[in-house]
């Protein structure tokens, strides 16, 4: 947590502690996850873990496999639990990836959807008065938004950020494909409907030359000076942004093939078996406190990350910043077709030789199936 998100977060645990004055929380900040993995990994090894953390899927796995997490679906179902009501209204797909063997061992904390940033004046002058709906629309539009000057260098990109692993994940899922089956079992990306996402993504930047490939919140600078038509990126992006806008910008959820579907990202909060009753008591008292739909609120109107509770949608102070922002909602009812990438304990590394294989695609050095097989025999490798 850094910037915004680690000031809400800051602010919302010192309002925990004046209203549990018996319960101090510790807020330990890590540069980024793979340093909190790491550290995590070697606390546990010390067998000095916290008494909860934040953790990616994989490192739940890893975690549960060797026995160091408790379930937290007896916190959840215990006297001082979550209600029906309360259980009913977290979106079904957060709880489904939350639950280990049935149960639910850890629990949802920060969570962003994928979004397209869009210059709204800029699309309305080429005619557009929304953000396009499927991937094709998307492409004519990249075309038609794409300006360039005389000697035909790029004034203005029609679209932006290549394609990451959430681009082409959710882009996979939408043609009714996988990362892989089971947990760990043979990579399924490499199939035909993977080669056909990833050519589609490929084809804009070297076939049509209307998207470049710089990805990470670098581009967000470029895109708030008119350089760039569109920008994709998480949710979250927008929370360090918001006061240096000086034109409309839209939010979108990604465009879709045969059916909508979007990975979700974020951590989860688990709890360590080595923790003492006391402590894991007010472990407990903290995460029911922070997954709350009125701490829930505070905490997206802080960060922009998706509250876990469908009602906050409702709440006043979330629908002002739903109808001020436009394409913001269909954005977050992207949790309605919320998918996940694999939990088992090999993907992390397969993960790796994904990531930099689509970048090997995207710049020309391999075909896209050269590189999706490339990238599923090192998955694979790992996995014997």
């Known amino acids: 947590m850094g910037g915004e998100s680690q000031r809400t977060l800051k602010a919302m645990a010192d309002s925990f502690e004046r209203t549990h004055p018996t319960i101090h929380v510790e807020l330990v900040g890590m540069g980024n996850y793979d340093a909190l993995s790491q550290k995590l990994m070697g606390a546990v090894a010390a067998k000095n873990p916290p008494t909860i953390a934040q953790q990616y899927e994989n490192w739940t796995a890893q975690l549960h496999h060797g026995g160091e997490l ?14 029906s009501d309360d259980l009913a209204d977290i979106y079904p797909a957060l709880l489904a990836n939350n639950s280990w063997d049935g149960r639910l ?7 962003s959807v994928p979004v397209y940033y869009y ?17 094709p629309e ?11 000057d005389a000697q035909g260098n790029v004034e ?10 959430w681009v082409f994940g959710s882009m996979l899922f939408q043609k009714g494909g996988r990362f892989v089956g089971a947990e760990d ?8 409907l993977g080669v056909d996402a990833l050519q589609f993504q490929v084809d804009m930047v070297l076939k049509d030359k209307t998207q470049n490939t710089d990805v990470g919140r670098t581009p967000m600078d470029d895109f708030l000076v008119g350089r760039m038509a569109c920008l994709t990126g998480s949710s979250t992006w927008r929370a360090p942004v918001v006061d240096k806008e000086t034109f409309q910008v839209g939010m979108a959820p990604v465009p879709t093939w045969d059916k909508p579907a979007a990975i979700v990202y974020g951590t989860n909060i688990g709890m360590f078996r080595q923790a003492k009753p006391e402590e894991k008591a007010a472990a407990w008292k903290f995460i029911r406190w922070f997954i709350s739909p009125e701490q829930q609120v505070l905490w997206s109107l802080g960060t922009w990350y998706v509250p876990i509770h469908r009602r906050c949608l409702e709440d006043p102070r979330v629908k ?5 922002t436009p394409g913001l909602a269909a954005a977050y009812g992207q949790m309605d077709c919320a998918v996940f990438e694999p939990r088992g304990l090999k993907w992390l590394a397969g993960r790796k030789a994904l990531v930099e294989e689509l970048e090997q695609a995207m710049l020309g050095a391999k075909t896209p199936k050269q590189a999706l097989d490339d990238a599923a025999a090192r998955y694979e490798g790992q996995t014997r």
């Not at 408790?70 to 209600?83: E, I, K, N």
């Not at 002002?320 to 001020?324: M, S």
């Open 70 to 83: 408790v379930y937290l679906d007896s916190f959840v179902r215990g006297p001082d639990g979550l209600s």
């Open 105 to 111: 061992l850890t629990l949802p904390f920060n969570k």
């Open 119 to 135: 210059n709204a004046p800029m699309y309305e002058a080429a005619g557009y008065m929304e953000f396009p709906r499927t991937w």
């Open 138 to 148: 998307f492409r004519q539009a990249a075309q038609t938004l794409t300006r360039r």
């Open 156 to 165: 203005v990109w029609g679209a932006a950020g290549g394609t990451d692993i």
């Open 185 to 192: 079992s043979p990579a399924e990306f490499n199939s035909p």
């Open 320 to 324: 002002e910043r739903l109808d001020k």
